[in-house]
């Protein structure tokens, strides 16, 4: 079992980045549709016109999440399921049409590219890290911000983040598609939200209910709603959350 404090959290997609409206949701949860995507005026406009709208939403949650001066020294987890899989299945068309594809392009498309971005756009020095856990993507997010916890970080930033998939992997979907971008700050104690996640092997680890919802903005409407427990069942184990306080 893991437990942790959420300092701070910010979130972004379209049609939701103010914390009122993301309450609200909490209470009457959609998924997120529409083409919008962050303005990001906190980055200049060279930097920006690389950042893509995935980057765009992670680096616009991750930014208003973290403190308005650099921290060095705390970690950050980024998290996406799939990535800038837009941008792989793009160079994946190129390569089968044997055309040149772009080295910045590609360097684009790998999975620590956001992470690697903001941390350019921010100046930060510190560690950060790339994950992928399929649907449960965001607990093991949390499993790693933990482990660096305990190792001594003060603090550790995840920022968990996804959009939809290209028309060509509809029939892969084993959950909704809902363009979204989560950021929080966990400590080990301290003044916020309390929470603890534990987890354990299991034969009918798949969700028996249908969600409307991508795990990942599941797992952020339960620190929203102030829910006292969730359990969440993915790839073999069941996961369960719990509110403390």
Known sequence: MIDFVVADWAAWAPGLQEREAWRAWAQAPFPPRGDEMPALPEVPAMQRRRIDRLGRMAVQAAWWCQPPQKHDGVPLVFASRHGDVQRSFELLQ??????????TQFGLSVHNAVAALY???????????AIAAGRATAEAALVEAAGLLADGAPEVQVVVYDAGLPGA?????????????????????????????????????????ASALPATLVALRFLLSGDAAREHRADGLRWRWRRHG
């Open 94 to 103: 190129q390569l089968a049409k044997d055309e040149a594809m772009s080295p």
């Open 119 to 129: 941390s350019i756009v921010r100046g930060e020095r510190g560690n950060y890290l």
């Open 169 to 209: 992997y509809s029939a892969f979907l084993d959950e909704p598609d809902a363009p979204h971008a989560w950021s929080w700050r966990l400590r080990a104690d301290g003044e916020g939200t309390r929470l603890s996640l534990d987890w354990q092997a299991a034969d009918d680890a798949v969700e028996k209910t």
